[in-house]
């Protein structure tokens, strides 16, 4: 079977030239959002998994691929991906976040005298949730409106702007990785008691569904949208 990737490919690289594979870093909860600049091979030693097993499934999705045409988000004009970021990933956002307020808030009440995590929980995604709205806004209102114009003209005072603003996103992406992280620990993966009620098993449904949303979300600005961007930014500087 022809090689595409290997040892050595970033997680992030992998998922830019075929998003499908996603799926199945997803599977393996390999990073490929703010960890994407790691060679998928350190990742794979560090959690201690079948490296070649691994590979095969992303090489034979690479080779499944080629049978149909497909635009990858690195063809993208940056227009079209900021606009499917907010159409697809600030819009889900803009949905989620209220619903599981109010769902952490009501499990945390009801289940928090005997799941002392819960307490946890309902305090990190409120952090969360409070960060991604600000940062959502910060993009829609600042950072994206200054890369659409950088595309016509942006004066020089304007382009260092950006440049520093693109580092503030990447740095609240961090954040967001950080208190994602702690929600799967705290939550044992997103596993709900066996006598949980069904708010309780929605509650920890819909948290791990925004988590693979973040993931996916967070992949096409640190990887894709960003860099690309900083690029263009120092070839007129």
């Known amino acids: 079977m022809e090689t595409v990737f290997n040892l050595s490919t970033k997680t992030g690289e992998i998922v830019t030239r075929l998003p499908e594979t996603s799926t199945i870093l997803k599977k393996y909860k390999i ?21 070649p097993d691994i590979l095969e499934q992303l090489n034979s999705a690479f080779i499944k691929s080629l ?9 993208m004009t940056n227009k079209e991906l900021i606009h499917h970021i907010i159409t697809t990933h600030h819009q889900f956002l803009n949905l989620i976040l209220p619903e599981l307020s109010q769902f952490t808030t009501k499990v945390f009440r009801v289940h928090g005298n005997h799941c002392p995590e819960l307490a946890q929980v309902h305090k990190l995604f409120h952090s969360l949730k409070i960060d991604l709205e600000q940062h959502t806004i910060e993009e829609e209102n600042v950072v994206f409106p200054l ?20 580092g503030d996103m990447e740095g609240d992406h961090e954040g967001a990785g950080d208190l994602l992280r702690k929600l799967r620990e705290v939550t044992n993966e997103y ?29 096409l600005e640190n990887n894709i949208l960003f860099p690309r961007v900083l690029n263009e930014l120092k070839e007129v500087q």
Not at 31 to 51: M, Q, S, T, W, Y
Not at 195 to 217: G, I, N, P, R, V
């Open 67 to 75: 049978e149909k045409p497909s635009v990858t988000w690195d063809e």
């Open 31 to 51: 990073d490929f959002c703010c960890g994407g600049n790691r060679p998928i091979g350190d990742v794979i030693a560090e959690k201690n998994l079948n490296g």
């Open 147 to 166: 890369i659409e114009a950088f595309e016509e003209q942006l004066a020089k005072e304007q382009m260092r702007e950006l440049t520093a603003k693109i």
């Open 191 to 219: 596993t709900a008691p066996d006598w949980a009620c069904m708010t309780y098993q929605l509650t920890y449904q819909k948290l791990e569904q925004l988590e693979s949303d973040l993931f996916e979300h967070i992949h």
